[in-house]
């Protein structure tokens, strides 16, 4: 069985801007999630079965302005997750394609766009770009002449840029305009199988600053969760626990949990270029969480529900595996 997903669209609205501006708490660095029978499993690119590469269409539209290319910019963009510490991902640059419709884009491409008009931004002005990815389940063709070995196996990426919004590839956006770096490396996010956080100005935060191009802690303990280094650069564990009504004792399906360190330490050194931030999941059906890729300091533990800035209409996905409803309906605790 196979899935296309058309999804992960980065925004950009008023509220966002207000984000921006205020500290908030942190909720989930969640993988794209794919629903096998009654097992969930995590959407992920199988490094070993084929190589991964992305293909940039080069041709621009004139709402790219700036004195950088729009290549180097993408370059920059998969340099930074490729880095990342802890995680290993062997990614590389194809051949540039000119491949300019989504639809017709071949399994062997995976596209990277600013000139496909088919892509539909049209329900959503607001909308800067769209990934869509393709996974297949266990024992059916990866498009590349095997066969995929484990369910939730990404087998295609492509990341399409709404050709009526104005980006600029000089670092920062400003009014109406677009950092293109910053989108970017948000969809490259979704490329390689994350999904949203509410971590606010992390990479993968689904509202658009005027420019982020680091990862926070947040975006590195997912991406290196699902690709592992055999060997850690900074060695992390894991914090487990359950959330639970107060009264009932009902477990709380889609809490916000989050570790937020108490100390100024920064257990990834400054050489790795990430961005401390709290670490965090959201809890399962029966309550349970589990959070991980935490370096070693001191935490208090938050759980809070999905009431904004990120809502559960951002994280439809984890819903939908799951086969519930995200709950909303209590108030924030920690410990």
């Not at 196979?2 to 708490?25: E, Q």
């Not at 989108?183 to 979704?190: I, Q, R």
């Not at 999905?306 to 209409?313: A, K, N, V």
């Amino acid at each position: 069985m196979s899935r296309r997903n058309f999804h992960h669209a980065l925004l950009v609205t008023a509220v966002a801007a207000v984000s921006m501006l205020l500290p908030r708490p942190a909720s989930s660095h969640l993988p794209e999630l794919t629903k096998v029978g009654n097992n969930v499993v995590p959407s992920r690119w199988n490094f070993a079965g084929f190589p991964v590469q992305w293909n940039l269409n080069p041709a621009t539209g004139s709402n790219i302005q700036g004195s950088n290319s729009a290549a180097s910019v993408i370059q920059a963009v998969f340099d930074t997750w490729t880095s990342a510490p802890n995680a290993n991902i062997p990614i590389t640059r194809g051949a540039d394609s000119s491949v300019s419709s989504e639809a017709s884009s071949p399994s062997n491409i995976n596209l990277i766009c600013f000139v496909c008009m088919d892509a539909d931004f049209s329900k959503d002005s607001g909308t800067l770009a769209v990934t869509i990815t393709t996974t297949v389940t266990r024992g059916h063709s990866d498009g590349h002449g095997g066969i995929a070995v484990f369910d939730g196996q990404i087998i295609k990426s492509d990341i399409i840029f709404n050709p009526n919004v104005q980006f600029t590839t000089d670092g920062t956006g400003s009014g109406s305009t677009q950092d293109l770096q910053t989108v970017a490396t948000h969809e490259a996010g979704h490329f390689l199988g994350m999904d949203h956080t509410g971590v606010t100005r992390a990479i993968m935060f689904p509202f658009a600053p005027a420019s982020e191009h680091t990862l926070s802690y947040d975006d590195d303990a997912g991406i290196s969760t699902l690709y592992p280094k055999t060997i850690a650069d900074v060695a992390t564990g894991s914090i487990a626990g359950t959330v639970r009504m107060l009264g009932n004792n009902a477990a709380v399906f889609g809490a916000h949990v989050y570790a937020g360190s108490t100390s100024s330490a920064l257990p990834f050194p400054t050489s790795f270029n990430l961005r401390k931030s709290p670490i965090s999941t959201l809890s399962k059906p029966d309550g349970t969480y589990l959070i991980q890729g935490v370096p070693a300091d001191s935490y208090i533990i938050t759980a809070e529900p999905l009431d904004g800035p990120e809502s559960t209409g951002d994280v439809p996905g984890f819903a939908a595996a799951y086969g519930g409803t995200i709950q909303t309906n209590f108030t924030t605790r920690w410990h």
